[in-house]
């Protein structure tokens, strides 16, 4: 082994700032480069490509220099096949195994370029029956030919749409000043255009759609089938539920924002009648459950997953209440959607960010700018963070849906 | 001296928590106390009354605890005259001063009870002219006959109102999680009530309500006759005007929320221009400036006043920058005023908080809980706290303003 | 039935704010009451006695008054047999269940009064083997017999403390603006006070203890013997074991705040480690882990609950990843503790919090104040909200804890 | 005119992400380029060299292309001259002014490159007594030489540090999930190595440090020399010298963080005591006032400026009320000054980054994450954002800078 490297790079590299972030790592890691090739593109439209000969203070270091430049699309120029080795046990890893990123990835093995399935962040590369899977720890088996080390991995890193989108301009930073009427209707005009394309939407949402009364909002959306998928926990669906038996949500009423007499009770009271009845479908089935999200979820089978958490009342007999098993029902509902509403739920958000590719719009909607900035701060071109109250943002969301159809 | 004490109170001393909190404070400054005589209301129209001896370790004890029960109410059975000493200096306060709570007042002076004028918190009684007048430290002048010690001081705190209103509901807690869609309304119905009966109605406002969007509507209800005063700074008005002379705020255009090139001129440009037609009245009169929450100010006839800070940039002619001589101004504003909205602004709500007597109701909206919790914890019966964004809540607002009124 | 109830109150009943809210409560659900007799405690040492009449507009309003008055300790003059259903299913209610309060509670069965055990709020009475089990929902198994209706059910709502400590003068508020320095002795004084009793302390914490470095102190106050159970989840565990395995939390390294070259794959090495050994308890045993919180808890028999969460990665062998088992364990584990603290969890902190007993302390550090007052306003006098950086703080708590043993 | 232009640049093009920037606000602002030459540094050290061709579509679109490419250090190759024009009136500033950066900046007059004095961003550049200033449209004086267009006008941005430095690890974004207790060591470095240089250091505070508890560490700080500026308010005085001669700040005993009877007439009894004494410098010499962050000031003849605001109870004889006198005293203090150190509050953490060149270094400590996002995102690679509670903080800043320095 030796500790100097040939690498080429192509693409966008200059004002996707790629090669910029090229250099920037090999001398934050106290490498040395000698630039071999340069041609820059010399219109918006031409690529640019570089050669580059990186030096390490030894093979370790190197490596580790080339490890991180990896992520950035680095290409070794003669085509190298990946290496893999076995997984010792269950979800036991080999050594120097790979971490993939939630970027577009492709290995070369035994002579052909494979595409990693359902990609994301921090999870490991499998070779099964000839595909190339991306599959967490847990679902590791013993003997599964796990990818190592960088050789014959190819990542392509999101290049900055050039061209302008309604979605674009509002990417990047956090703000609680920012014109939120003006991207109601932006958001809107997304939705739209992928649905018109016969994309998918998931919504992931926290109970404070409930209490803030944007329920009867999203629950319109799901009915007008702008949604198609819901990603929850137990605590939306009891409130929204008590809402359409009882119209309060935790005891409060939704009208006065006055707390019922015995209003905690109903709570539980919707526990314990879904309980008895099998279900929230069969509470639809039955006519109990008239209204609300997971009425019109059910109503337009719409799918929608309930993860458990350990403050769960309950639960209802839909919430899955194995945390590892409700991941990987999610992982599975998420193939094929092309934008995630993130509304006002850190856990879950993060979740099911975490299972996303870099390619996945997403969109996420908190009144507090910390939950929002940790949602957006995931390296990817596609977020889009809004500081607002999910209250009157679902409302107003709806209804610039609505005149936006017509 | 002595160190007992006989007090009176009378009211609604158990459900307004009066009587608990004068037991409270005794005990809690280590006190002792023996109830002689108490006459609870049997019926929830009849008030009570209690008679109580208090004990303090020393005259000096007994003293400082009079001095915390004489806020809650206490009279000492029979009447005495209130105690007057001659300020030494300008600004410069006699030994034992009396310091005012924001609650209606009165001082028993040569046989009468006179009320204190413009009471607000933290401030002193002087004398002058047979009239009781609530000053600030820098208005006292050498030789003016200021309130020493509680006695013949009469504070009327207020009971909380048992008839349940739109309004009251909304007090106290101050949360993310609650209906602010319902809130809308309600402060809506409050507005059009205190306008229906001649009510006057101020607005604190702070940048972010043009940045946010909310600027139209704001200027809307100046000119449909809602609001009597407008208290900002410099910035407001000039994001204000910059967005009517070019459509930016801060440079950046709020229909697109695109940062506009050279934008960051505009913020210079506006301010130049407003000086060299000798300010923002001459704009209007001039033709210059066309609409926004300025423009309708002057129109319409509606009172502003902008205090300065060191961030200013100009400042705009109308500013005051001497800060002394803009909390006057505030001050004498806000005489009749009957409620006050404050939007999005720490440093002028809590001025105009401490200005404000406990009777005017107040509305505190922010993103931002820190701040709402801040705002309203001033012992208030009639502060209520909304979190949520500006930039949607205020557009809703006018928009309920509107429809409920026709 | 009637509309007509006499009830009784014994008590601190003014100054512990107990016959005020008994009078508000009874106006605010608009009935009619009249005092029939009330003797006030004379001197701070003595009780009150009161004895009202409560009106309600028909027996079904009278019986949702006596509902809520029932949790501020009414009782009904001649004691009543408490009434009990079977539950006619696994996790289905009985029509008018009883639902319970986190005060302590009796009930009286079969002319003896029972104690509720494991009381905690939101929750049913079962009355098995002729002793009364505070049970979640889904603990009911079809034909327990579960308690319905008010009759017969004392509950003991907490009097606030007349002797001032140390603790409690830190409780009620949550503020950033507090002598947070000071506060931190208090809390270790309180820990000192706890432990010389005999009692015992739970720590909730989140992963931000490793990363922001208050990891080793924590470690220590488990080593030292202040702890004697530790609630997380699996992120604490798995950072606290990347910083002793690699000296890195999720790739960071914590000495130079830098992040490491392929420092994200420390997080997935780690736990493929842990698993490959069996767990944490055999890295111990075998020599791999040698220090940091969980090694702490091993070495020195301090039990731990890991409960799962659908952002895992993983997760350790020793996570319960069924979060209703894991409910289950900590609401077992907690029994007998007397102090919790709370650091840097949301999630964690708000579902223990809902298994605890109002007689526990509850100690919660946010940086968060959203979080803090989350957290706090659960009708305990007993918790505590300090709003600061839990990486200096538990540092300092250390520290002093001590040099006050010394 | 035309709509085409040959621009320069040289330096660290690359890493210092400037070329990048410079193509994509070219594409932003929907001009085209065409790149005529580029060579790259072959080496760290090495700079590049780039020569490109701009199109607008039209001059005044090639015009604001220009007006942006000039700040990211654009060289027209033949150097011209810079315009001028005369200042229509006081504070009337000519069309098409030049508005300034924060970066060092030259202008090109007659025949002589000037450095623009005291430059901070979004002001004017007047060309007196063949100087070059930078000043605020309230300096413009009738006939003043404003520099107009970009023409002969050169900006320095910075270039990101190669070496890397205890500072510069730090800078970047801000989260409060780091570990806060490593940066109080890396800020002390920083201030010792400046120290140690000849540097001088400001520090702007807010009244939360007497609060908090941190005063008495910023006292020692200034007595050991280690700050050369006070920057702050009326309130942070008043509250310190309260504590110095009461004990309380607003009324609140530090030690037991409980309010003392009587206790808010502390703060006007604070505000009179100075007042008939002459202010804070008299008070001190009069030895009435003898500790505290005011008193070591004056004792150390380390210079203060207290800016008033419309909060303020007073205010002491010190403050400056008029707020553009205040800003110009502070822009004049702050020549010369290497670091300044923020703490706590928005208001004047905001107005002095106003006032600062590109080149001092700032380190902004607040408990809020969005006051510290917003003090750090000024487009400085100097800024420091730390969130945390200034209340440890700062007396574990000081602890360290002692340890250290032994």
């Known amino acids: 082994m030796e500790n100097v490297k040939e690498l080429e790079f192509e693409g966008h590299l200059i004002d996707s700032m790629i090669f910029p972030k090229v250099l920037d790592t090999i001398l934050d890691l106290d490498g040395e480069f000698e630039i071999l090739e340069f041609r ?8 640019s490509y570089a050669r580059i000969m990186v030096m390490g203070k030894d093979p370790g270091h190197l490596q580790r220099i080339l490890q991180e430049l990896h992520k950035l699309g680095a290409k070794i120029p003669d085509a190298e096949e990946v ?19 939630n970027h577009p990835t492709y290995i070369n093995y035994r002579g052909k370029w494979l595409e990693v399935e359902d990609i994301s ?21 013993k003997g599964d030919l796990i990818v190592v080390g960088e050789k014959g991995v190819r990542v392509i890193p999101p290049e900055r749409p050039r061209q302008y989108s309604h979605f674009q301009f ?12 003006e991207l109601v209707e932006a958001v809107a005009r997304e939705i739209l255009a992928i649905k018109s394309n016969g994309g998918k939407i998931a919504v992931v949402a926290g109970p404070a759609v409930d209490h803030t009364g944007a329920r009867d909002a999203l629950a319109g959306m799901i009915r007008d089938g702008y949604i198609d998928l819901l990603l929850s926990g137990n605590a939306l669906a009891v409130h929204d539920i008590e809402i359409s038996l009882f119209g309060t949500s935790l005891g409060m009423n939704l009208e006065t924002g006055k707390p019922v007499p015995g209003g905690n009770r109903h709570h539980l009271r919707t ?9 929230i479908r069969k509470a639809v089935e039955s006519g109990v459950l008239k209204d609300g999200i997971m009425y019109e979820c059910i109503k337009n089978n719409v799918p929608f997953i309930l993860a458990g958490s350990i403050r769960d009342d309950g639960p209802l007999p839909e919430v ?10 999610i992982k599975k509902a998420l193939r094929g959607i092309n934008m995630v509403l993130m509304l006002s739920t850190m856990l879950h958000s993060i979740a099911v960010g ?26 990817t071109a596609q977020a889009i963070g809004i500081v607002t109250d999910v209250g009157l943002f679902v409302p107003l969301l709806y209804e610039k849906l609505r005149s936006l159809r017509e």
Chains 1, 2, 3, 4 share one sequence.
Not at 83 to 101: G, M
Not at 173 to 181: A, F, G, I, K, L
Not at 323 to 328: D, Q
Request: proline share 6%; aromatic share 2%.
């Open 40 to 47: 820059i593109g010399k219109k918006k439209t031409d690529t």
């Open 83 to 101: 290496e893999v080795a076995p997984a010792p046990d269950d979800k036991v890893l080999p050594e120097n195994f790979y971490v993939t990123t």
């Open 121 to 141: 962040m921090d999870r490991l590369i499998a070779v099964r029956n000839g595909r190339a899977e991306c599959v967490a720890i847990d679902e590791v088996k």
């Open 170 to 181: 509002m990417g990047g930073t956090v703000s609680s000043e920012r014109p939120n009427e």
């Open 271 to 279: 526990i314990s009648k879904i309980i008895s009845l099998g279900g």
């Open 320 to 329: 899955i209440t194995d945390v590892i098993v409700a991941k990987k029902e």
């Open 354 to 379: 975490n299972l996303l590719p870099s390619t996945v719009k997403t969109i996420c909607v908190d009144i507090n700018p910390a939950t929002v900035t940790k949602l957006i701060d995931r390296g």
